[in-house]
């Protein structure tokens, strides 16, 4: 099935520093979220988009949904050890069907 | 919040033998689930579409009667692995979508390892 547009691929960041990525589609997407795998776990849903434009928050993190409604961003603030882990961006569109992205790989240094 | 639950988290089995992996939503009902299977490093990659009541929708190049699934209530789902060869090996993932928002709930994944 489609695929969505994540970059980077991966990250290798120095632990306190600010982190960004983004999910991009050729299609229009109804609904953006965000998910974080840690190694032998399934995703665990980080954030939730449903409106163009919107900008949510949950601690450290926030995620946008495009004003085009074709891609997303994510933003984790003062990185720390425990952010480590796959990050996958995930969109469904007006036709209901879902799509996962690439994923972005995060070390973090400390 | 939604939670599923998958079981089990490994299982090892025999080349030629069949496994089943069972996912269940614990507090809400899902008409609709989904199984992946993931390699290491990479994306999740959707294998089929489980109805509640119905036959499942398997993407493409996807054998269905290698992967067979049943979902014969709103909260149970089951993906069976037959006559499973090394190359079924892998990280296989289920979902279920809410029907409060149409979000989607991961189960921890199950590690199949075929011998």
């Known amino acids: 099935g489609q695929q969505l547009n994540q970059s980077p691929q991966s990250m290798f960041i120095q632990e306190g520093e600010d982190v960004s990525m983004n999910c991009t589609s050729s299609?229009?997407?109804?609904?953006w979220l965000w998910y974080k795998q840690e190694p032998g776990e399934g995703p665990v849903l980080l954030i939730a988009?449903?409106?163009?434009?919107e900008l949510t928050s949950n601690g450290r993190l926030t995620a946008q949904f495009g004003i085009t409604r074709k891609d997303s961003f994510l933003n984790i603030s003062a990185s720390i050890p425990s952010d480590v882990g796959i990050y996958f961006c995930?969109?469904?569109?007006?036709?209901?069907?879902?799509?996962f992205g690439t994923g972005t790989s995060l070390t973090v240094i400390p | 919040g939604a939670v599923v639950s998958q079981h089990p988290s490994r299982v090892i089995c025999k080349s030629g033998t069949s496994v089943k992996i069972e996912c269940r939503s614990l507090?809400?009902?899902?008409?609709?689930m989904f199984w992946y299977r993931q390699f290491p490093k990479q994306s999740l990659m959707l294998m089929a579409t489980?109805?509640?009541?119905?036959?499942?929708?398997?993407e493409q190049g996807v054998e269905k009667d290698k992967f067979l699934i049943n979902h014969a209530s709103l909260t149970l789902s089951t993906l069976t692995v037959t006559s499973a060869h090394p190359e079924d090996s892998s990280f296989y993932i289920c979902?279920?979508?809410?029907?409060?928002?149409?979000?989607?709930?991961f189960g921890s994944g199950t590690r199949l390892t075929v011998v």
């Open positions: 299609s229009i997407f109804n609904t």
């Open positions: 979902s279920a979508v809410h029907p409060s928002n149409y979000g989607y709930t």
């Open positions: 507090d809400f009902q899902a008409t609709t």
């Open positions: 489980s109805n509640e009541g119905s036959k499942a929708t398997y």
């Open positions: 995930a969109g469904r569109n007006t036709g209901n069907q879902f799509y």
């Open positions: 988009l449903y409106k163009a434009g």
